[in-house]
Each structure stands twice: as C-alpha cells, then as structure tokens.
C-alpha cells in the first residue's frame, strides 16, 4: 500500500483521535511542524493535518505557508489533502484556502473535495449528520477516513487529445484576461480540443437558492429552475471537457458576478453527477493586485467545494489595468509558454507528467 505522509501541526486532541481513526492500518509517517521546517516530498501522498487555534494562524502554520510559498518544487508530483481541526468557530476555512493555494505553488495536485475540516462545534456537520443519522463526531471521523482513502487511490485522469473548456464573461475587445486565454488557446489547439463559451452574452441568473427536493428534481433532468445558457450551453460543454479553463478578471477582489452566478448554479451538475474527472485552469488578471485573493476564491468554490481536481499551479496571476498591457508585459511570452505547457504535461496521454 502507498505510504500516507502526514504533515502535522497543533495538539488539539480531537484531531489527533479524529486522524488516529482516518490512517487506522494505513502505513504512515508523519512531519511534525514544530520539529523542524517542512523537507521537501516529491511524488508523495501527503495530508495536511493541521490544528487552528481560536485566533486562526500561529507561529508554525505561518512557517508552513512561507516555506510553501518560497518554493516552486517542494511539493513537486505529490498528491495533496487537508484535514482541518478548528478550536474555534471561524478560520478553518480561511486556513484550507491559504494551505491549498500555497501547496500548490509549490508542485502539489489536490484531488476534488480535498478538504474535511470540524469547527469547534462540528455545527458545520449538521446536514451531513441529519441526513446520515450519525452524530456528528461519527460524521467527521468517517469523512476523514474517506478523505485518505481518495488521496490514496487517487489517479490522475490523462486524454490523447483532451477538450478544454475555455469560459469566460468579458469583452473580447478590450478585456486583458480574455487576451492572455486566447494566446493560451493557440499553444493548446496542436493537441487539444479547446471549446470557448462566453456568459457575456443572455442574462445570467444566480442560484436562487432551491431547497435540496426542488434542486434533485432539476438535477435528474440535467437542469435548473431557471435553464438557460448555463444549462444549454455550459453543463453540457463541462460534462464533456477534461479540463476548465476560467478567465478571471479581478471584480473588487473577486470574481465577476457572471462567473460567480454560473459556479453557484453547478450544483445541479453535482447533485447526481460526478465534476471529479475534470481538471480547473485560471487565468486571474487584477488591475492593481489580489490576485490571489481571486484564486483562492476559485479553487475554494470549484475544487474545494464542487470537486474538480487542482492541478500544480492551476493559475497564472497577472497584474494589468490598460487594454491590451497584459500582452505587452516582459516575459509574458515566457510564462504562456510555460503554463500551456504545465496544462499539457498534466492533462495529455502524451506528454510527460506533472511539471
């Protein structure tokens, strides 16, 4: 059986129950934070374990993030999850954004739904509990143990010739992130199929919110309350892809409400069906910063949450306000080239493996 790495950091003693539980007969080591720093673990399958005090970060979760951040390859080919203890209410869910981006910067392939974390009060397990029957302790020791059996077995998809979904809602004419997705998409075409889908046009409504009866309804139809181009055009061009590509340009630090919209109204998609098999790309272009804000916010949304696999370094961050000033950037070229062909190394047959 492969070997589990767990990355441990906090004394919480709820997590150490909740992971004696997860790894049980499972062959392990385990890096513990406060050791030392984190060594590097290529072409490994590691789990984050980490205990969030009341206050969120501490001096060791801190060290973690840096070191991540300061490398491109410590990480590099390893397979990545996080199981999160909170003391408190609040920043799991901050830490499991933070963790995740910098992981993968640093080489890490999270597979979909990465993430089971247990606040304080395990409150955010009540709906798994009400509709398993099972207390909620029960309920986090269990999704915990699902969690590592995923990460073990965990394959990553390959294509001979894999369609990209390329989608975006910004004008062709004068949008900086639209320009950087359509350089990318001349160096995928030689040995991609690559689809391009625009929310710009029809109105785009949001999820509004169906009760679980209402949206199972829709869902066993493959489709909405509200239909439209996101049922039309977008969920059977997702169904079909192997990969997403989604244009992000920064919206006061996030995404624009059309983007937004079109990822709230995929859970019809994931109700009955399986978005595991497809691999998320982002191109994120802020006019003055926070691009990794914006990252944070789509990996959090759509592997975190919506289950597509996160790829090592999924996104290209660029900085760019005037049109037309991201093309004409120094060593834009440079870095297309070497993000279409980290896309390529990670999604095709033929290419050679994660970079």
Request: with cysteine.
């Amino acid at each position: 059986m492969t070997e589990l790495v767990i990355v441990s950091a906090g004394s919480h003693s709820r997590l150490r129950d909740v992971l004696a539980f997860a790894t049980a007969d499972v062959p392990c080591r385990t890096v513990r934070l406060e050791d030392g720093p984190l060594p590097p673990l290529p072409d490994s399958r590691v789990l984050f374990a980490l205990s969030v005090g009341p206050y969120g970060l501490d001096e060791a979760l801190c060290r973690l993030l840096t070191q991540l951040r300061a490398s491109d390859g410590l990480l590099r080919g390893s397979f990545g999850a996080a199981l999160i203890d909170g003391e408190g209410e609040l920043y799991t869910k901050q830490m499991a954004h933070l963790l995740v981006l910098s992981a993968n910067g640093a080489g890490c392939c999270f597979p979909g739904k990465p993430l089971v974390e247990g606040t304080g009060s395990l409150h955010n397990l009540d709906v798994q509990a009400r509709r398993s029957g099972l207390p909620n302790e029960e309920v986090y020791r269990t999704a915990a143990r699902a969690l590592v059996v995923r990460l073990l077995a965990f394959d990553p998809p390959r294509a001979d010739r894999p369609r990209i979904l390329m989608l975006h809602a910004s004008d062709h004419a004068t949008s900086n992130t639209v320009a950087l997705g359509e350089r990318t998409a001349e160096r995928l075409r030689a040995a991609c199929e690559v689809e391009e889908i625009s929310l710009r046009n029809g109105e785009i409504h949001d999820c509004r919110g169906c009760s679980y009866p209402v949206c199972s309804h829709f869902a066993e139809r493959g489709s909405c309350f509200y239909g439209g181009s996101i049922v039309d055009d977008v969920y059977p061009a997702l169904r079909r892809c192997s990969a997403l590509l989604l244009l992000c340009p920064n919206y006061n630090d996030s995404v624009s409400a059309n983007i937004m919209a079109c990822i709230n109204r995929l859970t019809s998609l994931t109700v009955f069906g399986n978005l595991s098999d497809k691999y998320l790309y982002a191109i994120v272009v802020s006019g003055y910063s926070g691009s990794d804000l914006v990252a944070q916010q789509v990996l959090g949304a759509l592997c975190l949450n919506k289950a597509l696999i996160l790829p090592p370094r999924f996104c290209l961050m660029e900085t760019a306000n005037d049109p037309g000033s991201a093309v004409r950037s120094a060593g834009i070229d440079a870095r297309l080239n070497e993000f279409a062909a980290r896309i390529l190394g990670t999604i095709c047959t033929k290419q050679s493996g994660f970079l």
